[in-house]
């Protein structure tokens, strides 16, 4: 199984501050990877696709880069909802396996 | 609007078996799969497999082989998901997800199953 690894696990920021999640596959993915916004108690919720794609209506601030096996997700100017649990998702191959999260909070 | 409701809460017994249903509205069930995901307390997301909706093709993740049965009724546009010899380490919240190529878009709102004696 390919495994992913997401940095930080955890980060605190301010409001109106940009924020770099990282994500690195055990092997090449090629543009496979995918991110999710996770809230307490919520389903998750897919924010980009194929690395950089944009899913429908997902605010701009949003973005993703990368190919291989390294991958970042940004947010450019954090809002208070923002705040949640990240996670990334290769779908290069089955299983299709997620990174260990990122948990953002409020500084 | 495109939408996944499940089925409710459960509490089971070990050894017991668990069932959890996901009605799907809003766009053409067949066109899609369907993919589970389980989150147990405080931890990460785990796939547990997938079912195309058009020909009830599957794919389980390896841990869960021979415990696990994803089927579909197409005349409801229902999934469903049965776990078997249920441990208490099913204990999870489990989600139903249309897929896309393993891109999964739209998300049940999670069956929480508890496993306990």
């Known amino acids: 199984d390919i495994q992913m690894t997401q940095s930080p696990s955890s980060l605190s920021a301010s409001v109106r501050d940009r924020v770099t999640i990282t994500c690195r596959a055990s092997?090449?993915?090629?543009?496979?990877l995918n991110w999710y916004q996770q809230k307490p108690g919520k389903a998750p919720r897919l924010l980009i696709y194929?690395?950089?794609s944009l899913q429908s209506g997902v605010p701009s601030r949003f973005s993703g880069s990368g190919s291989g096996t390294d991958f970042t997700l940004t947010i450019s100017s954090l809002q208070p909802e923002d705040f949640a649990t990240y996670y990334c998702?290769?779908?290069?191959?089955?299983?299709?396996?997620f990174g260990q999260g990122t948990k953002l909070e409020i500084k | 609007q495109i939408q996944l409701v499940q089925s409710g809460t459960e509490v089971k017994k070990p050894g017991a078996s668990v069932k959890v249903s996901c009605k799907a509205s809003?766009?053409?069930?067949?066109?899609?799969?369907i993919s589970w995901v389980r989150q147990a307390p405080g931890q990460g997301l785990e796939w547990m497999g997938w079912i195309s909706a058009y020909n009830g093709n599957t794919n389980y993740a390896q841990k869960l082989q021979g415990r696990v049965t994803m089927t579909t009724d197409t005349s409801t546009s229902a999934a469903h998901m049965e776990l078997r010899s249920l441990r208490s380490d099913d204990t999870a919240v489990y989600y139903c997800?249309?897929?896309?190529?393993?891109?999964?878009?739209?998300w049940g709102q999670g069956t929480t199953v508890t496993v306990s004696s």
């Open positions: 092997q090449s993915i090629s543009s496979y």
């Open positions: 809003g766009y053409t069930f067949t066109s899609y799969g």
């Open positions: 997800a249309r897929d896309r190529d393993n891109q999964w878009d739209i």
């Open positions: 194929a690395a950089s």
């Open positions: 998702q290769q779908s290069y191959t089955t299983p299709p396996t």
